[in-house]
């Protein structure tokens, strides 16, 4: 069973707002929970799908803000070795708020002594406590600060070709790898369950699966190419006829992730997890407590639930379709058909993330026909998007 140490977190995670609310102490001068709130104000969603809102520039962009003023106690904290877990978790939350959408604060944040090694030590540790399995209330704690960890990488990473190459090289790929396969379940068979730990209820809420997920979406992040033009990850074209697929009006590349492609092809086991996780949703599952859409989870009430992970699997099959040898196993009928359910699905997200897909497989023109067979005719590329 799942301590009761657990089931109180999650009142008080619910209460905060915060999936990483431990209550802080009252002597503490920099409150970081109490920046995260202020900077958050009213948006608790789990994923900021649509960016940092303007209210949450300005706040952020203030002089005092915990991202300008406050910022080396943040870093402070992330990197000091007598910070407990709870505390790395707190800043590793604020530099995610601090970069998402932000430049100059990520190549500030990139760049300064330790935020790098300190993040990606935070994947690992947390590795290492999942596959310890001894003490699950440490192991939680520690599986919520590794996704904000996570999360960080991404938001640091995005179209930076400084952070990209700095967490390469710390080895960031192989260990986010790792625990998404290391958690695809025990002896029982069950995703994110290690001895004498039990997923908390019907939905299965557990920071496992918040760790998943994060470390998916650092993932897709990392085996991005970018694109001068768009400043954006690359876009690209399909040709049927050659089966081959081509950066879209010849675009000149700043970030080239094909050698990190390879590297996540490479982590055993890694592609038949992402596809599991991607054909373990209903995509059309509407508005469901229990499983949650991923654009309208909130912090607090839905991180840690299974639904919430299958976008950020998708997103790094949309990468790794661009390589020619890992294409037909992307494209095979198994995969194809959980992808083309998604693109259809109810979550605007995933529809696109897993349209994305089936565009570098080569195979969105035959969605049409599939949910055709399957009596679905609400489908419209056109309304989709169309062709990429």
Not at 326 to 335: E, F, K, T
Not at 358 to 374: E, F, K, N, P, T
Request: aromatic residues 6%; hydrophobic residues 40%; proline residues 3%.
């Amino acid at each position: 069973m799942v301590s009761s140490s657990y089931h109180l977190s999650v009142a008080v995670i619910a209460a905060t707002l915060f999936s990483f609310a431990y209550i802080a102490s009252a002597e503490e001068d920099f409150d970081m929970i109490a920046k995260i709130q202020h900077m958050r104000g009213n948006d608790r969603s789990l994923i900021m799908a649509d960016g940092i809102k303007p209210e949450m520039e300005a706040i952020r962009d203030g002089e005092f803000s915990a991202c300008n003023s406050g910022l080396p106690q943040v870093l402070s904290f992330l990197t000091s070795a007598d910070s407990d877990a709870n505390k790395k978790g707190q800043a590793a939350a604020l530099v995610s708020l601090c970069s998402n959408s932000h430049p100059v604060n990520r190549a500030k944040i990139g760049s300064s002594e330790g935020v790098v090694s300190s993040l990606v030590d935070l994947i690992r540790v947390g590795t290492e406590k999942w596959k310890a399995g001894e003490d699950i209330q440490g192991t939680y704690k520690h599986l919520d600060t590794a996704g904000l960890a996570a999360e960080a990488i991404r938001a640091l990473s995005e179209n930076s070709a400084e952070n990209h190459k700095a967490f390469v090289e710390a080895g960031a790929i192989n260990e986010l790898g790792g625990f998404i396969v290391a958690s695809k379940g025990g002896e029982d068979g069950k995703v994110c369950s290690f001895p004498g730990q039990s997923n908390n209820g019907p939905i299965g809420r557990t920071p496992c699966n918040f760790f998943r997920m994060w470390a998916a979406a650092a993932l897709e992040t990392l085996s991005n190419d970018y694109c001068e033009k768009e400043n954006w990850p690359c876009l690209y074209d399909w040709d049927d006829d050659e089966k081959t697929l081509t950066i879209h009006d010849d675009e000149t590349v700043t970030i080239d992730a094909s050698a990190e492609r390879e590297s996540i092809a490479n982590i055993d086991g890694l592609l038949e997890e992402l596809i599991s996780i991607v054909c373990s949703i209903d995509p059309a599952r509407g508005h469901m407590r229990e499983h949650p859409l991923p654009t309208e989870s909130m912090v607090g009430r839905d991180d840690g639930t299974p639904s919430t992970v299958a976008w950020a699997a998708a997103g790094v099959l949309k990468n790794l379709a661009l390589l020619d040898t890992v294409r037909p196993s992307i494209a095979a009928d198994g995969p194809y058909n959980c992808l083309c359910k998604m693109v259809d699905g109810s979550d605007w997200l995933e529809s696109d993330i897993a349209e994305d897909v089936l565009h570098h497989s080569g195979r969105l023109d035959d969605c049409d026909a599939y949910l055709d067979d399957l009596g679905d005719d609400d489908y419209d590329e056109e309304a989709h998007g169309g062709d990429l």
